[in-house]
């Protein structure tokens, strides 16, 4: 099914064919609407024996023997010329327009004579670059194995529709844009050693253009490895044809998270061409930035891009033809707004998605430039299109500096497990790679790597199902779809295990299970408890250091034993013996009693009437950090039916159990009913010497009513958009005073309302790692495993079905201490899930703390997502990385061998918010060459050894261990 009749079906179910937003969107002005019966003005301006003049177009119907025609404009005669019988299409020219003014047209031929009064416009002396793209939906309208093939089709469409244009006049020449590369990607792992020639030869050529992205992702639910990863592989097929990739382009997405501007500085990229949908579920955000280019400012503020949104986003070729109508429509647009620059660009993908090459815009391009002067039309590369203007007009566009938070990763709330297994594959490949450094390089296998995240990436890729997944969500074309891209996850998971232990076992060479390795991956010493399984430990309850010293340890009602690694070191491991001995208790121990879980650093109280956490409060300040008013509390249920917030309900009574009851864990194990569950079970947890709460909460999730009328009809779309939608969230609501909200995003933090772009989503916020709430003497840090979406302040994610009228959605985020881990919903009427069903887990910490530092939120939220690992003890391969970072501010993101196997990439992030300077050595004094790099991995320039990370930069070094 064509995108435009999927589009029409879902607009008509929800009235909105008609909507006056769509009507401006297409710029249609007085002009266009005319019902003149023969004369009609084109906004082109032609050059006529060197006299610059506007045309006329005139159709006159002549019936009978061949006579003389005479045509007026403003009664001066203009044409005139014999008609045989039959209708005539001809041009007559005025002198061009300075400001819009009416032209009378009248003419006589063989005794008969017409009159029209015209509107004549000024011509726009514009440059109208146009981009020819498919839009790369990986599924929705078909089976995704059937999309794959026809992508890698249009690329062979497209250079032979170039190669077949290549002696047309410069502009007119066919060029085809490579929207996104996961198409490329599979043409060059798949097709024939001559085809894949032909495209690198294609591409050389300029026949087609690489752009950086590798598919239309839902950036907010990146992390940040999984954010320069979207732009690595077009650093390597630029490679492989030797050109620059400085250009991307992002379609059907609205809003893109602030750290995307510093991965694409990573990866050499200067603008950035996005090309929302153009009327659903999208905010203001077409209103805000339709044709308003300005430049993207990193969080860094040492970064920026071009931005720029076209008129429709993508989807001008589904709703308009390119011919002498449209130059007009294009015109009245730019005068609409008043467009101040004269050089443009519109997208142009085809008819409907996964579209091939359209061929007729050749033509057309060729013919209206041999014809006129004005408007200029050139079929371009984003990348020239981009530099043209950039060079014109770069000079006068604004910087702004902020998110330009997403709408559509909501959808992933409605298949919430698949989302949990994405996040933890993501955070373990980065594990699995900075491990293979530090333990066993030769583990570590660029290849298998590339395609773990290959899997990662196509399930935050923003085709999720099919077009019918709400109004026919037991059709075997929606579940098809809906198992291929769930797939992803499972294999992202699969493939991210399975690496990690390549790594231990290439590592791993003592059999004595008495013998215990604790690896940190992170550029600080931590100290955590570690748990090793009851099969691994069965009899050995008693722990010692590598010092032989007894460290704390229990054995756990799960049959793990978990102990207290102290102080492994940063990018290193610690060593410990199992034994039969009695367990060694901690100094301090926690205790549990009455609901109250307290290890004299941290102290929180669980309500026996409801479960909900009621108190927080630290030794440090022993101010209860939960507000209790409204009857809301912490880790409180909540389940919303439609979008009534005032029909919210929560759980049922609750029965509590001490599950672990120290001395070195504690856990209160919850259990109750709860509407949308078969049940919930939440778990409190606390660990002596730690100074955080653990927050569990599996959720064994009812499915939700099925369409009682499948199919096609208007009962089944109605039922899409509006029926059976719910959504779960879990509140956070802490009594700070002034306390100020901040939200960890892939590669910067953000403030709501504060850090946000105009247009941005309000209604609810992806969140990466952490969200802190905190004024200057105390606040508390809230890490979220497992579930990306928060709401602010209230319940306001209540936006169902399709939602077209950008005046409905939430305009500000006032000041709160509140928030609500928005953790499933069924709200969309396609692509998402309709339901979803069976045990899920989400997972928090709490951590309180003195003043706000975001350093220190990151150090937590990091460790809590990648945690400590153990393994058999192991020989570190002495090829290793043995990096030493002197400054803790500095936050290592991921370290892995070269690619070319002769150096170490080593990302650094500056995440206290304030410039800092870092000594590098390694540890076993062997000289080191430290270069600044990139996502190629190339040697730039040359550093010392100290090396100065500003404040919110991701740097790239490459560094090199001389005498290796």
Same mark, same amino acid.
């Given at each position: 099914m064509e995108r435009r009749k999927v589009i029409k079906g879902i607009a008509s179910a929800a009235g909105i064919i008609c909507a006056r937003p769509l009507t401006l969107a297409l710029g249609q002005d007085q002009t266009s609407l005319e019902k003149s019966s023969f004369a009609l003005p084109i906004r082109g301006m032609a050059n006529k024996g060197g006299r610059l003049v506007q045309p006329i177009q005139l159709t006159i119907a002549h019936a009978g023997t061949e006579a003389t025609l005479v045509v007026r404009a403003d009664h001066q005669e203009v044409e005139r010329r014999v008609l045989s019988s039959g209708t005539h299409?001809?041009?007559?020219?005025?002198?061009?327009?300075?400001?819009? #003014?009416?032209? *009378?047209?009248?003419?006589?031929?063989? $005794?008969?004579?017409?009159?029209?009064?015209?509107?004549?416009?000024?011509v726009r002396k514009v440059q109208i670059f146009i981009l020819p793209h498919s839009h790369h939906d990986l599924g929705f309208t078909d089976l995704q194995s059937n999309i794959e093939a026809k992508q890698m089709a249009n690329i062979s469409k497209g250079i032979e529709l170039a190669r077949n244009t290549a002696n047309y006049p410069p502009g007119a020449r066919f060029i085809w844009n490579l929207e996104v590369l996961w198409g490329a990607d599979?043409?060059?792992?798949?097709?024939?050693?001559?085809? #894949?020639?032909? *495209?690198?030869?294609?591409?050389?050529? $300029?026949?087609v253009a690489i752009n950086g992205m590798y598919a239309n992702e839902l950036t907010g639910l990146c992390r940040p490895e999984e954010l320069l990863q979207l732009f690595r592989y077009s650093t390597e097929l630029g490679d492989q044809c030797g050109v620059r990739v400085d250009s991307a382009m992002i379609s059907d997405v609205p809003g893109y998270t602030w750290g995307t501007v510093s991965a694409m500085a990573q990866a050499g990229i200067r603008f950035f061409s996005a090309a929302p949908n153009y009327f659903d579920r999208i905010g203001t955000f077409m209103v805000e930035w339709q044709d308003k280019p300005f430049w993207w400012v990193s969080p860094s503020g040492h970064e920026r891009v071009l931005f720029w949104v076209p008129w429709t986003g993508y989807a001008m070729s589904h709703i308009m033809k390119l011919d002498t109508m449209w130059v007009n429509k294009y015109q009245a647009r730019l005068d609409e707004v008043g467009f101040p620059y004269q050089i443009s660009y519109v997208r142009w993908a085809g008819e409907g998605d996964n579209a091939p090459?359209?061929?007729?815009?050749?033509?057309f391009v060729k013919q209206w430039n041999e014809e006129y002067e004005w408007p200029r039309l050139s079929i371009s590369t984003t990348s020239d299109a981009f530099a043209a203007f950039e060079k014109q007009h770069g000079h006068q566009l604004p910087e702004l500096k902020g998110d330009l938070t997403s709408y559509w990763e909501d959808g992933a709330g409605s298949s919430a497990l698949e989302t949990r297994m994405n996040r933890r594959a993501s955070e373990r490949l980065t594990q699995a790679a900075t491990l293979s450094a530090i333990l066993a390089p030769p583990a570590y296998k660029?290849?298998?790597?590339?395609?773990?995240?290959?899997?990662?990436?196509?399930?935050?890729?923003?085709?999720?199902?099919?077009?019918?997944?709400?109004?026919d969500s037991e059709n075997h074309f929606v579940a098809q779809q809906w198992q291929v891209k769930r797939q992803f996850a499972v294999e992202a998971e699969n493939e991210s295990n399975r690496l990690l232990d390549e790594v231990l076992d290439a590592y791993g060479s003592d059999g004595d299970s008495s013998n215990v390795d604790v690896h940190n991956t992170c550029s600080w010493p931590r100290t955590e408890v570690v748990l090793i399984s009851k099969e691994r430990s069965l009899g050995k309850d008693h722990v010692k250091n590598e010092h032989g010293i007894s460290v704390p340890s229990q054995r756990l009602s799960t049959g793990e034993l978990a102990f207290i690694a102290e102080n492994v070191p940063a990018l290193g491991s610690a060593s410990f013996h199992l034994s039969a001995a009695a367990p060694h208790a901690p100094s301090v121990r926690v205790t549990v009693l009455d609901g109250v879980l307290d290890n004299g650093v941290v102290r929180a109280k669980v309500d026996s009437k409801n479960g909900n956490v009621v108190e927080l409060m630290s030794s440090r300040n022993m101010h209860n950090l939960v507000d209790t008013s409204s009857s809301e509390a912490v880790n409180k249920y909540l389940f919303l039916e439609g979008s009534d917030v005032s029909k919210v309900s929560t759980s049922g009574p609750v029965r509590?159990?001490?599950?672990?009851?120290?001395?070195?864990?504690?856990?209160?194990?919850?259990?109750?009913?709860?509407?949308?569950?078969?049940?919930l079970v939440r778990r409190v947890r606390l660990k002596a010497n730690m100074g955080w709460i653990e927050l569990s909460n599996t959720v064994n999730k009812k499915r939700a009513p099925l369409n009682p009328h499948p199919g096609k009809d208007a009962p089944a779309v109605e039922f899409a958009q509006h029926g059976s939608k719910e959504s779960m969230q879990f509140a956070f609501p802490f009594?700070?005073?002034?306390?100020?909200?901040?939200?960890?995003?892939?590669?910067?933090?953000?403030?709501?309302?504060?850090d946000q772009l105009p247009g941005s989503c309000k209604n609810w916020l992806p969140v990466g790692r952490w969200i802190d709430v905190a004024n200057a003497e105390y606040g508390v840090t809230c890490a979220t495993l497992d579930a990306p979406l928060v709401e602010i302040g209230y319940l306001s994610a209540t936006m169902l079905g399709s939602q077209t009228h950008p005046e409905i959605w939430r305009r500000h985020i006032g000041p709160t201490q509140k928030f609500y881990s928005w953790v499933m919903n069924n709200h969309w009427g396609t692509n998402y899930r309709a339901y979803q069903d069976g045990p899920i887990e989400f997972r928090y910490a709490l951590r309180p703390h003195g003043g706000y530092k975001p350093v220190d939120a990151s150090r937590f939220a990091i460790g809590m997502s990648q945690p400590l690992i153990a393994s058999a003890q192991g020989q570190r391969s002495r090829m290793a990385l043995k990096l030493r970072i002197d400054q803790e501010d500095i936050l290592l993101q991921e370290c892995k061998r070269s690619?070319?196997?002769?150096?170490?990439?080593?990302?650094?992030?500056g995440a206290a918010g304030e410039s800092r300077k870092a000594n590098l050595t390694w540890t076993d004094d062997t000289p080191i060459k430290v270069w600044r790099s990139d996502l190629r991995e190339r040697p730039l320039e040359q550093l010392g050894t100290q090396v100065e990370v500003p404040a919110w930069e991701l740097i790239t070094l490459r560094i090199e261990a001389l005498n290796t």
């Open positions: 299409t001809f041009n007559v020219y005025v002198d061009p327009a300075e400001t819009a #003014r009416q032209v *009378l047209i009248d003419y006589e031929i063989a $005794g008969n004579s017409d009159s029209a009064e015209v509107r004549v416009e000024p599979l043409f060059m792992r798949t097709k024939t050693a001559p085809e #894949r020639e032909e *495209l690198m030869s294609a591409v050389k050529k $300029g026949w090459p359209d061929p007729e815009i050749c033509e660029k290849a298998d790597f590339d395609a773990a995240w290959r899997n990662v990436l196509l399930y935050s890729e923003h085709t999720w199902g099919a077009w019918n997944s709400v109004s509590i159990v001490i599950e672990e009851p120290g001395p070195l864990v504690a856990t209160i194990r919850i259990e109750s009913s709860a509407p949308g569950c078969l049940d009594a700070i005073e002034n306390g100020q909200i901040h939200i960890d995003v892939p590669l910067a933090v953000m403030r709501p309302e504060i690619a070319d196997g002769s150096a170490w990439i080593v990302l650094l992030f």
